[in-house]
């Protein structure tokens, strides 16, 4: 191996080159960090006989500035210079939500040009599913306020067409955003293209009211991805507290995934991801059910 540092074109080496490089050769994009808190709570209900009914919610932020002053939006902003993604976005979602240690996965991210009004914004956006017993939520110095949205998820169309060089699939979503307070609501046009063995898929937004920024497709894109992971992953265990019953879990994969299960199926399926316990239920009204609790060896089969 030769002693000589490797040198470039134009005769420099790379402690050289570094010392004259001009970091503002290229015009900088900003980057943002936005946050999905989901999690499934049991909504309000007169008959205490009936088990609970739940919804899926998300946390969202209502902005106390502008762009988009008064609007909706997910948790989030700038990431600054010297720190990682990952820590700006524990330090935003604490200052806008006051939630703090708390698990996220990076989701996606998103590079439309003219995707905020501001400047050139490039986001990434993590995901986290909770328990919101176990949480203090309160809007921060950043917020105008933090409340909890039920989301609902409904296909509105979907058609799939033939073209000379494969085929197109285009889906209409509609998300619905809703607590005591308020309605937000916007539709998602997703476009999938077939032509050989390229796939593009792209998303826009066709309606969007009181939802800020391009949130509602980030919104849309999540709840898929939710889903998806629902099938393979532990992931929805995030939603449960120390012990549960089957029922209630079988409501929150149904929640999550849109559709009714089938209870047997469903419990063979989960009979591995769970340890039965010695335990029952207390509910009056309510026939005594065995309680279980998630079984952790059950994800690294």
């Not at 209900?45 to 919610?57: C, D, F, T």
């Not at 469903?266 to 279980?292: C, I, N, Q, W």
Request: net charge negative; aromatic share 8%; glycine share 4%.
């Amino acid at each position: 191996m030769s002693d000589h540092p490797l040198t470039n074109a134009n005769g420099l080496t790379e402690a050289q080159f570094l010392a004259t490089y001009d970091a503002d050769a290229y015009e900088h994009p900003s980057v943002t960090v936005d946050m999905l808190i989901f999690t499934v709570m049991d909504l309000e209900q007169n008959n205490y006989r009936k088990l609970p009914q739940k919804s899926l919610q998300l946390l969202l932020i209502k902005r106390g500035e502008h762009p988009y002053l008064g609007q909706w939006a997910l948790p989030g902003g700038f990431v600054a210079v010297d720190e990682s993604i990952e820590d700006a976005a524990r330090r935003e979602l604490y200052s806008e939500t006051n939630i703090e240690d708390l698990y996220m996965e990076q989701l996606f991210t998103w590079g439309a040009v003219h995707r905020d009004p501001r400047t050139r914004v490039i986001s990434c956006s993590y995901m986290a599913l909770v328990d919101r017993t176990t949480l203090d939520v309160r809007a921060g110095d950043d917020a105008a306020d933090a409340a909890w949205f039920d989301v609902s998820y409904t296909i509105e169309a979907e058609h799939t067409t033939t073209t000379e060089q494969g085929m197109e699939t285009e889906k209409r979503v509609r998300i619905k955003l809703q607590n005591e307070q308020e309605t937000l609501s916007a539709v998602v046009r997703i476009v999938e293209s077939v032509q050989g063995r390229v796939k593009k898929l792209s998303r826009e937004i066709v309606e969007s009211e009181g939802i800020a920024f391009d949130h509602s497709i980030m919104i849309e894109y999540a709840i898929e991805r939710l889903r998806g992971k629902a099938e393979y992953t532990d992931i929805v265990f995030n939603l449960m507290p120390p012990l549960f019953t089957l029922s209630e879990l079988q409501r929150v994969y149904e929640i999550i995934l849109g559709k009714e299960l089938l209870a047997a199926a469903f419990r063979r399926k989960m009979a591995d991801a769970v340890t039965e316990t010695d335990e029952y239920t207390k509910d009056a009204g309510h026939r005594p059910s065995k309680l279980y609790r998630y079984n952790p060896e059950w994800s690294h089969k």
